[in-house]
Structures are given as structure tokens and as C-alpha cells.
């Protein structure tokens, strides 16, 4: 049994634990009950220049890739101004141990 | 009741609705109005809760709820058949002093059995800049006229000692009172056919199919709501003023069938006018909400009992008075849209079922640009760069954004005719298209936003003036989803280009940025001029992306960049996409290459924790 977290995320059981995974490689990024994005790697590009000229931002601002440790696909974004701490989404996910 | 009849008196609503913004689109002369479709109209019922929600901005549905109740409170005692009101103060329950309300009762056999009330941004209200976005505002006290509530029809005569007074302290009084009447012919319409339908199928009927609809709307978002998955969802909007930044923070918490929208992560009340008001970002996140999860729910008070919003007093989403308001529409508000659009997005993403009616961003970022002077014809013209509703939108699971597509808080948004701009203003374009690589990159690309450039002509003083108040050159504010980039940031730019700076070459043929001789400056915020052979440019924001942009089918990133709308350097650097060189044709091998040591790249880098 699996429950959707997101479209690159789900949570399963994996050696009787619950496990928030990688969608495309199963790769297990932590328990379900902490935030997966520590376990991500993380690219911060700066903003400007991050998709062409036309990204004007300014230097502190970033763009936040969090990406699969394992298969490299970015699980998530967001922009950031520096030293922001990330944005953290929680999904009920107590069905997966009470089934 | 049979379900007949009750289809019949719901679809009879949703008319009478259409009906009344067709009136308003044709009495009103503001391009606004009728070329951008800045208005609202809406059907409440007698204690001033949503009956129906119409079309336009949808942050103005609840808002101009909260205006009927106000009304009541009031008026409690002295309301009467023919009466109409006029409510325009932010602290009380209007989005800014532009945005003027026009409340009328509905009355029936001496009772009052309803209400109808619209909206449009008036032609000027007086503020210290033309227009009404006042960007040197620096409290509600000079953001023009406001009323927390005025009998602007006495059992239908006109008060024309009130209106006088109103016309008295705006510029161009004969457009605003042309704006008034219009809200006036709207309501009238409005008021007229629901009485009909009270007179066809008798008061306790209509009544019972309304309470009936509302009852309905309640059931549905909660049983939706329930299909939904549990848990807790994070954004954040960044708005930077004069360099100075101001966030909006969100966490929205679903359980069961209940909604919680808690800002309490925002920034305190900024000293410029971005903010808003409690009851404005209250309507700010019903403006997602409506169409993201009630698209096939009718918009009424049912829909907003499941709903709770959490936003602590003297914060830029629940300001305090005097704090300057003036530009919340396009300020606070907006961003609580966009923020309310992620995590509703994010929620609906989370669900097998509902995954495929998650969205990221449109068009975040309004830039709101009014234009001001004498124009050829002699008189005074003062309107919104209408481009401004022109939008981008953002991409789903399943499809790119539309390119120039508009924004979710109103489903009809549109822009004028560049001849149309031409014909309101001194002015002349240079060009209006699609802007390349604005649209946020992803596996979907979010739709892009577009660049114009202008130059004054004809104009009997040289040129005009113009109100910016633009945040988000600083940050991208259209966010992306599951792994998409946001969309491009907006720009202003004061081209200056007398002999000096630009010698003897023509601005007025340019047809790139790049062709537009003489030095650029950034504007954001305040007054300016565009004279003799200055020109000014802007480009807006597209539409947030959806995915990994690695795995965006490499056909569709060749068709993008044939198209214009991909940069070569995107196409390569941020899709991973190689093309031969001389053919321009896309190389499958060298693609599946470039992106494998893409995400090889990505594996190098450090963990987040
Ligand atoms: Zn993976």
C-alpha cells in the first residue's frame, strides 16, 4: 500500500516502517512523521538568470531545487530569499501504518 | 420542491447575474470596466450573506457581502424600496477606495428579500495619484473619498447633493459619475429581474431554492473537501517595495472537511500602500478557492462556512487604519491569491483523484500601470495599462499554461486592442508580444506573459505621466509546482532617449528592447513621465511551470523555441535539450546525454539538511 503525497511523492512501508519515497526510483527520503527535504539534495540556484535573461531578480533571491539523492529528479521547488528557512507540507499519512 | 423548479430558479440566478454585467459593461465608458473587465456583480440574500457569486474579481464576492451586512447594521431601520447605497472604505468592507460599491435592496411586498451589489474601479476617486493607486500615499487619509456607507438613492430618487459631493472630489467627474451609473443601471437590472422571479414562483419558493442552493454548496465543498487528503501546506509570496521586502507566509491546514488559512507568517503593515485590509484578504482567498475547488459548485455563503482564515492584526493582510491600502489589489491581495492557488494546488496534488485540477501560479503579479495627461483630443484621459489583465497562466499536470492567458481571480480578464490604448491616449506602440522564456520552466511550461513598448504621439503637452506601482522585478512571484520553476519576474524601464544618450536613432521604429536606443532605468514605484522621445517599456510575468523541466518531452521544448517563446540558452540550460546546430533539429542521443549528466550534476550536490 502506498498513500500520494505529492506527484514526485508517496509514503509506503519499507521493512515495516513507514517511509516517505521517491515516486520515479523508491528511494526513501525519512520517516513520514519529519520533513522529507532534509533527505533531498539541494540545488539553490541564484534566481537571476535561473530560466534566461528574463530573470531579474535580485542577488539574494533563490530558487530551490530539492532533488532525488538517487535518480537526480527534482522533487520540489521554491524561491527563497536567502536564509529563509524551507516550506514544509505534511500529509496525513496514519492510514499506511493502520493498515 | 421538484428539482424542476428549483433547476429553473438556479439557473434564473446565474442569469440575472449575466444580465446585470452586461449592463454594467454598457453603460460604464472606462475601458476598465469594459475592455478589462474590472468589475463584479453578485446576488446576496436579506441579512447580506452570498447568494450568488457572479463573474469578475472574485476577491469581491465575500467583500461585497461583508458591505451589505454593513449596510444593515447602518442604515437598520431606514432601508426602503429604491434605496441604493454607496460603501467604498477598506476598513470597513471595500478591496481599496477605487473599487467603489453599489449596494441595492431588493424588496418585495414592502419586504426586503434581498440584496444585489457590484463593483466597478472607478475612472479617479481623488487620491493622490490619478487613477486611484496611489504609490506616495503614506495613509487611507489621502487615498481619496471614502464612505463606510452613504444612501446614494432615496426610494429612487437620485441623490444628487451626495453624488455631487462624490463628483466634487474626483478628477474627471463626468467618466466617474458615468461609473456610477452604470453601477446604478446594474443594480436596477439586477434588482428588476429578481423580482420577476419572485413575482413567476412566489417569495417562500424563490427563498426555499436559495437556502436550498446554499445548503447544497455547504454539502459539496464538504464532501469534497473529505475526498481530500488531510495534512498541511506551506507558501510564501515575496513583495519587494523600494527595496524593501515584505512577505506573505501561509500555512493552510485541512482536516476533515474544514479549511484553515493561517497568515500568521506575514510581514507587519508596510509604510506603503500594499496592504490590506481584514475582510480584503478574507475575499483574496476565496479568489482561488471558487474556481479550484467549487468549479462545479455554485459560489454562495455555503461554500464559505467551511472555510476559517486566521490573520493577526497590524500584519501587511490585516492592516490597521490609517495604513495606507491603496494598492492592495495588486498588492497583499494578490499575493494572498497566489499563495491560497499553491496551497491549494499543493492539497489537490496530494489527491489521486483531484490531481489533475491542480494549477501552479497564473499571472501573480499585476502591474497596474495608469496612465494620466492631456490626450490629443484636447480633454484629460487617465486608464490602466488593460495589459495588466492580459495575465499568463500557469501549468497543470497534464497541459502547459495558456500563453497570455489570464489569471484565476477573474475568469474573464482580458486586455484592449493596442488601437484601442491608442485611441484613450497620446501614445503609440512599438510592439506587443509574447515574452520569451517568461513562462516557468517544467515538464508543462507555464503560459508566458508578454512585453510592450510605447512612445508618446501627438500628444498636446509632449508626452504623459504615468502611476507604477510594481513590486515582484525582485522576485519571481508565479510559483511552480511539483518541481516547475516560477515564472519570469515583471520590468519596467524608462527608456531615455534624447540626443544625448540615443544621437540621432529613432526610437519610434524600435521593435526589440535590444533596438530600443538610449539608457534603460528601472521604475518601480511612483510617478513618472514618458515625454519628447522617451519611451517605456514593460514586461510581465508568465505563468508558474509544473514538474522537472528534464522531463519535458524535448519535441515540445524544440516546437517552444521555434516558436520564440524558449531561448536557446533555456532550451539547452534548463531543459537539457540539444539541437543541431546548422538544422536546428532536435538530437535525441545528445538530449538523452546532456540530461543524464543533468541530473548526474544534481546528485553531486550536498543534502539540504
Ligand atoms: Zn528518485
New binding site residues.
Given amino acids: 500500500m502506498s498513500i500520494r503525497i505529492s506527484a514526485t511523492l508517496e509514503a509506503r512501508m519499507v521493512d515495516g516502517e513507514g517511509r516517505i ?7 526513501p527520503l525519512g520517516p513520514t512523521d519529519q520533513p522529507w527535504k532534509p533527505a533531498a539534495t539541494l540545488n539553490e540556484l541564484p534566481m537571476k538568470g535561473a530560466g534566461g535573461e528574463v530573470y531579474t531578480a535580485g542577488d539574494d533571491v533563490l530558487l530551490r531545487q530539492f532533488n ?6 527534482v ?1 520540489d521547488t521554491e524561491t527563497a530569499l536567502r536564509g529563509d528557512p524551507f516550506l514544509i507540507d505534511e500529509v496525513d499519512v496514519s492510514a499506511l501504518s493502520d493498515s | 420542491m421538484d428539482p424542476i423548479t428549483f433547476s429553473i430558479i438556479r439557473h434564473r440566478l446565474y442569469r440575472i447575474v449575466d444580465e446585470a454585467v452586461i449592463t454594467l459593461k454598457n453603460v460604464s465608458g472606462s475601458a476598465t470596466t469594459n475592455e478589462g473587465h474590472d468589475l463584479m456583480v453578485s446576488l446576496y440574500r436579506a441579512n447580506g450573506s452570498l447568494l450568488m457569486g457572479g463573474v469578475g474579481f472574485l476577491h469581491h464576492l465575500t467583500s461585497a457581502a461583508e458591505a451589505c451586512k454593513a449596510i444593515i447594521r447602518r442604515f437598520k431601520g431606514d432601508i426602503h424600496e429604491g434605496d441604493m447605497f454607496l460603501l467604498n472604505d477598506p476598513y470597513t468592507a471595500a478591496l481599496h477606495t477605487s473599487d467603489i460599491y453599489l449596494i441595492s435592496p431588493i424588496h418585495y411586498d414592502d419586504q426586503l428579500v434581498g440584496w444585489s451589489a457590484c463593483f466597478v474601479h472607478v475612472y479617479d476617486i481623488g487620491a493622490m495619484s490619478p487613477g486611484g493607486f496611489s504609490p506616495q500615499s503614506q495613509d487611507i487619509y489621502t487615498e481619496g473619498f471614502s464612505s463606510p456607507g452613504i444612501k446614494i438613492i432615496d426610494r429612487g430618487e437620485l441623490r444628487n447633493d451626495v453624488l455631487d459631493t462624490l463628483l466634487n472630489m474626483v478628477r474627471n467627474p463626468e467618466m466617474v459619475s458615468l461609473d456610477i451609473r452604470s453601477l446604478i443601471a446594474c443594480n436596477n437590472v439586477a434588482r428588476d429581474r429578481f423580482r420577476v422571479l419572485i413575482r413567476k414562483y412566489g417569495e417562500e419558493i424563490v427563498d426555499g431554492a436559495c437556502m436550498t442552493l446554499i445548503d447544497q454548496s455547504e454539502q459539496l465543498l464538504r464532501d469534497r473537501l473529505r475526498e481530500l487528503p488531510n495534512g498541511k501546506w506551506q507558501s510564501r509570496q515575496y513583495m519587494d517595495v523600494n527595496a524593501e521586502v515584505h512577505r506573505v507566509g501561509l500555512t493552510m491546514t485541512k482536516e476533515d472537511d474544514h479549511l484553515v488559512f493561517d497568515f500568521s507568517d506575514s510581514s507587519p503593515e508596510s509604510p506603503y500602500s500594499i496592504n490590506c485590509a481584514y475582510w480584503a484578504s478574507w475575499g483574496g482567498l476565496f479568489a482561488p478557492l471558487f474556481p479550484l475547488l467549487c468549479y462545479d459548485i455554485t459560489w454562495n455563503e455555503g461554500v464559505i462556512r467551511p472555510i476559517e482564515m486566521i490573520a493577526p492584526e497590524g500584519t501587511i493582510v490585516n492592516c490597521r487604519r490609517p495604513a495606507p491600502v491603496s494598492v492592495a489589489t495588486v498588492g497583499a491581495i494578490q499575493s494572498v491569491n497566489n499563495a491560497a492557488c499553491t496551497t491549494i494546488g499543493k492539497m489537490l496534488a496530494a489527491s489521486e483523484k483531484y490531481k489533475g485540477e491542480a494549477t501552479a501560479v497564473w499571472h501573480a503579479n499585476h502591474f497596474a500601470i495608469f496612465l494620466f495627461g492631456q490626450n490629443q483630443r484636447g480633454g484629460q484621459s487617465i486608464g490602466i495599462l488593460t495589459e495588466t489583465f492580459a495575465g499568463a497562466g500557469g501549468a497543470r499536470s497534464f497541459a502547459d499554461g495558456v500563453d497570455v492567458g489570464g489569471e484565476v481571480p477573474n475568469p474573464i480578464s482580458r486586455m484592449a486592442n493596442v488601437e484601442s490604448m491608442e485611441a484613450a491616449f497620446p501614445l503609440r506602440y512599438l510592439f506587443r508580444r509574447r515574452m520569451k522564456d517568461s513562462g516557468g520552466a517544467g515538464e508543462y511550461r507555464g503560459g508566458v506573459g508578454a512585453e510592450l513598448a510605447f512612445v508618446p504621439h501627438d500628444a498636446p503637452d509632449g508626452g504623459l505621466h504615468y502611476v507604477v506601482s510594481g513590486k515582484g522585478t525582485q522576485f519571481p512571484m508565479s510559483e511552480g509546482l511539483n518541481g516547475g520553476y516560477p515564472g519570469a519576474p515583471n520590468s519596467y524601464l524608462w527608456v531615455h532617449s534624447n540626443e544625448e544618450t540615443a544621437g540621432d536613432a529613432p526610437l519610434s521604429f524600435a521593435q526589440s528592447l535590444e533596438s530600443m536606443p538610449g539608457e534603460k532605468e528601472s521604475v518601480t514605484w511612483g510617478v513618472y513621465p514618458i515625454m519628447g522621445r522617451d519611451g517605456l517599456y514593460v514586461q510581465w510575468n508568465g505563468g508558474g511551470g509544473y514538474g522537472d523541466p528534464l522531463e519535458r518531452d524535448p519535441a515540445a521544448v524544440v516546437a517552444d523555441f521555434e516558436e520564440g517563446v524558449v531561448s536557446e540558452w533555456t532550451l539547452r540550460n534548463v531543459y537539457g535539450v540539444v539541437i543541431d546546430g546548422d538544422a536546428g533539429e532536435l538530437d535525441g542521443p545528445g538530449t538523452e546525454a546532456a540530461r543524464k549528466a543533468a541530473r548526474g550534476t544534481r546528485l553531486q550536490r550536498e543534502a539540504a539538511e
Avoid at chain 1, 532525488?68 to 529528479?73: A, R
Fill in positions: 519515497v521517491c515516486v520515479s526510483c523508491s528511494h532525488c539523492p538517487s535518480c537526480g529528479k522533487l
